[in-house]
């Protein structure tokens, strides 16, 4: 029996592709490079010697009477009249960028990841193969495993810094979430239809039996106990690495609600954006979504508008398409802190004193060199919550609505494998790994069934998202009040 086909010669295909194609052609690259976003360049020495109307020295004795030394950097007022220049990102203004190959690196496996997912989906659409391990499941997996080491990363550079407000925010929330976990985690299902419970009770019991035939010893109470505690604790990681992103979308919402203020539609777009995650959360809040929606009152009778399948696929539709919607807007938002420079020159010249020159160039490059690290802040929970989401539907045995949704899900049997005469020993042992690997399968199945796997992916996507609710909207009131004042 194969155990991945046809997919697996797929998958390695695709990976020969991306790295093959990465030099040539990048999504990611593309995002960047593709002439609709202008960055700011700084100002040279010249520029700004001529504007604060200073002549460069000559000779020693011109720079003793301007009092310009090599050891002293040269200072203009503030209040110079500057205006700086706009230029498309070029593919070689981008390979200075911080984080770029990481930026570069998850972007493009996310995109293959989709569509070998696509194959994958389709593969198992036409084809009767229950009994093949599903290897886009895999690439998902591998993308969240990504997205978050990325985040992480990000979240580690503010630990490092120098100042340590960052490292305080990155605590304080880290400890905010670990708190908010614990309360939804007790939370009832009537309330809040992860199915957790109905989804570890399942696990449990079937790993009880699992150890038991092994001649284990089994403690059901303590290994919930730990299983929930390490679920809060991952909770706290993941919210932690998103407080920063949270905070940047406020900003960068802010300033792309400003720079679009004669486009009321793509405003429109951008508050839509903005609030995909509160729909997100709303959709597993059972009483607001699936109870009004499963049973609506009609005057005085209650009418069902869909049904509970339906209403499953509907909800995995509804945050692809918001996923999508956010990613549509990511123009807007990357371009609104590329602006951050124009605004912090503008902001300069209504002080009083005066500035280094070098001074000037370092912050306006600044805003430019970490533009791969805003766009991993805006892109990453995207991605992080889209993958996810499609997590959710295969491994929970959902359906998009193209057919109907599987009932349940019965595990594998173990079967031995049937007698056959090998020409060499290198055919036994191919058979020998074959089965070994698909009793290794056939276990985890038996074991994690699609109830589990529902409860945890969920959590995980509705977690995501209220992670994003939260650090977003401490962003906005941080950077329209606190900054501000």
């Given amino acids: 029996m194969a155990v991945m086909g046809i997919q697996l010669v797929v998958s390695l295909l695709t990976a020969s592709i991306m790295q093959r194609m990465a030099p040539h052609c990048s999504f990611a690259r593309w995002l960047l490079c593709n002439g609709s976003l202008f960055r700011f360049r700084h100002p040279s020495e010249e520029e700004v010697r001529a504007l604060a109307g200073k002549e460069k020295p000559k000779s020693k004795k011109d720079r003793r009477q301007n009092d310009v030394s090599e050891s002293k950097p040269l200072s203009v007022p503030k209040d110079i009249d500057l205006h700086l220049e706009t230029r498309p990102i070029s593919v070689v203004d981008s390979l200075v960028l911080h984080y770029f190959m990481e930026y570069q690196w998850l972007i493009d496996f996310a995109v293959y990841a989709t569509g070998v997912y696509l194959f994958t989906e389709g593969y198992y659409c036409l084809m009767d193969v229950q009994k093949e391990v599903n290897i886009g499941v895999l690439w998902c997996l591998l993308t969240v495993a990504f997205s978050i080491k990325v985040l992480f990363g990000m979240m580690t550079h503010y630990f490092r810094s120098e100042e340590g407000g960052e490292r305080s925010v990155c605590l304080v929330f880290g400890f905010l979430f670990l708190l908010i976990a614990m309360l939804v985690l007790v939370v009832r299902e009537d309330y809040l239809e992860f199915g957790l419970e109905s989804g570890f009770s399942a696990a449990f019991d079937n790993m009880e039996m699992f150890v038991r035939q092994q001649g284990w010893e089994w403690s059901v109470p303590v290994t919930k106990l730990t299983v929930k505690l390490g679920l809060v604790g991952i909770c706290s990681f993941v919210g932690a690495c998103l407080t920063f992103p949270g905070f940047r979308l406020a900003q960068t919402h802010l300033d792309a609600l400003k720079m679009t203020a004669d486009k009321p539609m793509i405003q429109i777009l951008l508050h839509a954006s903005f609030l995909a995650p509160v729909v997100i959360v709303l959709m597993w809040v059972k009483p607001v979504t699936r109870d009004f929606l499963l049973s609506a009152p009609v005057g005085k009778e209650n009418v069902q508008l869909m049904s509970s399948s339906t209403y499953n696929s509907v909800r995995?539709?509804?945050?692809?398409?918001?996923?999508?919607?956010?990613?549509?807007?990511?123009?807007?938002?990357?371009?609104?802190?590329?602006?951050?420079?124009?605004?912090?020159?503008?902001?300069?010249?209504?002080?009083?004193?005066?500035?280094?020159v070098i001074e000037i160039q370092?912050?306006?490059?600044?805003?430019?060199?970490?533009?791969?690290?805003?766009?991993?802040?805006?892109?990453?929970?995207?991605?992080?919550?889209?993958?996810?989401?499609?997590?959710?539907?295969?491994?929970?045995?959902?359906?998009?609505?193209?057919?109907?949704?599987?009932?349940?899900?019965?595990?594998?049997?173990?079967?031995?494998?049937?007698?056959?005469?090998?020409?060499?020993?290198?055919?036994?042992?191919?058979q020998v790994t074959i089965?070994?690997?698909?009793?290794?399968?056939?276990?985890?199945?038996?074991?994690?069934?699609?109830?589990?796997?529902?409860?945890?992916?969920?959590?995980?996507?509705?977690?995501?998202?209220?992670?994003?609710?939260?650090?977003?909207?401490?962003?906005?009131?941080?950077?329209?009040y606190l900054v501000s004042s």
Wanted: hydrophobic fraction near 45%; charged fraction near 15%; charge should be positive.
């Fill in 362 to 430: 370092r912050k306006v490059s600044r805003v430019f060199f970490y533009l791969t690290v805003v766009t991993l802040q805006y892109l990453g929970p995207i991605i992080l919550t889209f993958h996810l989401t499609l997590l959710l539907k295969t491994l929970g045995d959902y359906s998009w609505g193209f057919y109907p949704e599987s009932p349940g899900f019965s595990p594998a049997t173990d079967t031995a494998p049937s007698s056959s005469t090998a020409s060499s020993d290198d055919e036994e042992d191919i």
């Fill in 316 to 356: 995995l539709w509804t945050v692809v398409a918001l996923c999508v919607l956010r990613l549509a807007v990511t123009r807007y938002h990357l371009q609104a802190y590329l602006n951050l420079a124009d605004k912090w020159v503008d902001q300069m010249k209504k002080e009083a004193g005066r500035i280094t």
């Fill in 435 to 480: 089965t070994k690997i698909t009793a290794v399968l056939n276990a985890i199945r038996n074991v994690f069934t699609p109830l589990f796997y529902r409860g945890l992916f969920a959590f995980l996507t509705w977690w995501v998202a209220a992670c994003q609710i939260v650090t977003s909207l401490c962003g906005l009131y941080f950077h329209q």
